[in-house]
């Protein structure tokens, strides 16, 4: 009895050991899968991670870019006015003018009308005349209503000396004659020497002024000029003398050539016409 006894509490014994470790290895195992399971990191935390190296950039944090420069816009300040020095000369809408006008031969010396200017005398910077000031001549523009400008071009086609006084001739404008000596002799002259000796080949642009005191400007429509032959060493004529007939009812006015422009930059007269 007592040996039936001793196997049954041995068999209970045995049984209770049994079940205590099954009940421990489940709660283990359990718990680890909840562990595995808590681990376990979400999908799109796994794609962040296998993509590490091709991130996609607007995932990135943005870099920092600097703002275009601003052009500053321009102030408003008034550049200053320069007056130009033309308005101190010629009123080209008070005058006209022509350039190259004729050209006449007489013993091989040529002479060319290259410019005559006609204007209005209020038009044109005072004095006219400035060596006439200079030395106290008169002003022979006192009485006169318009001014008229004469340059030539003279040209000894010769092989010996000539004589010409091409600031000496008589001009008339629509009916007034005028004696260009009276001129000359007060200074109204300018350029190179137009009267006088020419050596072989000499070429000489000079001119004269006059003035006309019965008709304005814009009505001159008419100019005659005569200029005495050349002649030689002993006074003997070379040709006929120069006549020219001159239609300037027309004209315009032109602006003066720079090859006759050189020639009579003197005092201000370079700032005008």
């Known amino acids: 009895m007592n040996r039936i006894i001793m196997i049954i509490i041995t068999i209970a014994l045995l049984i209770s050991a049994c079940s205590s470790p099954t009940t421990s290895s489940m709660d283990i195992e359990t718990a680890i899968a909840q562990t595995q399971a808590a681990q376990v990191p979400p999908s799109n935390v796994e794609i962040l991670k296998t993509s590490n190296s091709n991130t996609p950039k607007e995932l990135l944090s943005p870099t920092i870019t600097k703002k275009p420069t601003e052009k500053l816009s321009p102030t408003n300040t008034k550049k200053p006015i320069i007056k130009s020095t033309a308005t101190i000369g010629f009123d080209t809408t008070r005058g006209k003018a022509q350039n190259y006008i004729a050209v006449q031969d007489s013993g091989g010396v040529t002479i060319e009308v290259a410019r005559i200017l006609i204007a209005d005398k209020t038009a044109i910077p005072q004095p006219i005349c400035p060596d006439a000031v200079v030395v106290g001549l008169p002003d022979k ?16 086609n010769t092989n010996k000396i000539v004589n010409l006084f091409a600031g000496a001739g008589t001009v008339s404008v629509n009916g007034e004659q005028i004696d260009l000596a009276h001129y000359r002799n007060v200074l109204c002259t300018f350029g190179d020497d137009i009267g006088g000796e020419f050596l072989p080949g000499t070429v000489a642009i000079g001119g004269i002024w006059a003035g006309v005191k019965r008709t304005s400007w814009d009505q001159v429509s008419n100019i005659l000029i005569s200029i005495s032959s050349p002649f030689g060493m002993l006074y003997e004529d070379l040709g006929p003398d120069y006549y020219f007939e001159i239609d300037a009812s027309g004209w315009t006015f032109e602006p003066i050539p720079d090859e006759l422009k050189w020639m009579w930059w003197r005092w201000w007269r370079g700032r005008w016409m």
């Open 141 to 156: 523009f006192v009485d006169k209503i318009t001014a008229v400008e004469f340059i030539f071009r003279i040209t000894n």
